[in-house]
Antibody, heavy 125, light 106 residues
Framework: QVHLQESGPGLVKPSGTLSLTCVVS???????????WSWVRQPPGASLEWIGE???????DYNSSLRSRVSILVDRSKNQFSLKMDSMTAADTAVYYC????????????????WGQGILVTVSS | EIVMTQAPATLSVSPGERATLSCRAS??????LAWYQQKPGQAPRLLIY???TRAAGIPARFIGSGSGTDFTLTINSLQPEDFAVYYC????????FGGGTKVEIK
């Protein structure tokens, strides 16, 4: 079974840039082009928000509300993908999860089937 | 943007009883609906996808139903490990999650 593990700083200064990495183990990130590799965040005490994802041949899609500040890239040689978010504010304080989306062949769409444990990122000076 | 609304926000249930959780979409999502369970300090865990298909290893007491805009997650004979927060999520469009329902011990 595939395992996802986030890593990165737990503290980011206001106006700074967040950089997180998700290492995928137990399977190749290249194996199945029906998978998408995503980032999701959860502010303290709140629900979940999809940030964006990367998939076949390095394509990426982003939440429209975050698109101007976010970049998600894949490094297939290291079997990992990354998140970069600029202009961080206190409102970006959250647990950040990396997750895999699997293809629902019956309905032709994707759902999250595997999640990393999450990493708490606090934006503070 | 498709808005997902879950009700109730909190559900108090005794162990062994049935819990019924509701999720409503602001527009039709067909059957592109998933349910997740989240316990404190843990990542969400996939329970149901395609509105009614249980994910691998999920007990049969978890039953998903519905299509279009109205969905239900039924948990029969609640076990101690089932007390958690449950989220619905549509994937007909860009992913959107509901606000969650906390199932607590009565």
């Amino acid at each position: 079974q595939v395992h996802l593990q986030e890593s990165g700083p737990g503290l980011v200064k206001p106006s700074g840039t967040l950089s997180l990495t998700c290492v995928v183990s137990g399977g190749s990130i290249n194996t199945n082009t029906d998978w998408k590799w995503s980032w999701v965040r959860q502010p303290p005490g709140a629900s979940l928000e999809w940030i964006g994802e990367t998939y076949a041949r390095g394509k990426s899609d982003y939440n429209s509300s975050l698109r101007s500040r976010v970049s998600i890239l894949v490094d297939r040689s290291k079997n990992q993908f990354s998140l970069k978010m600029d202009s961080m504010t206190a409102a970006d304080t959250a647990v950040y999860y990396c997750a895999r989306k699997a293809y629902d062949k019956l309905w032709g769409s994707y759902y999250f089937d595997q999640w990393g444990q999450g990493i708490l990122v606090t934006v503070s000076s | 943007e498709i808005v997902m609304t879950q009700a109730p926000a909190t559900l108090s249930v005794s162990p062994g009883e049935r819990a019924t959780l509701s999720c409503r979409a602001s527009q039709s999502v067909s059957s592109n609906l998933a349910w997740y369970q989240q316990k404190p300090g843990q990542a969400p865990r996939l329970l149901i996808y395609g509105s009614s298909t249980r994910a691998a290893g999920i007990p049969a007491r978890f039953i998903g139903s519905g299509s279009g805009t109205d969905f239900t997650l039924t948990i029969n004979s609640l076990q101690p490990e089932d007390f958690a927060v449950y989220y619905c999520q549509q994937y007909n469009d860009w992913p959107h999650f509901g606000g969650g329902t906390k199932v607590e011990i009565k």
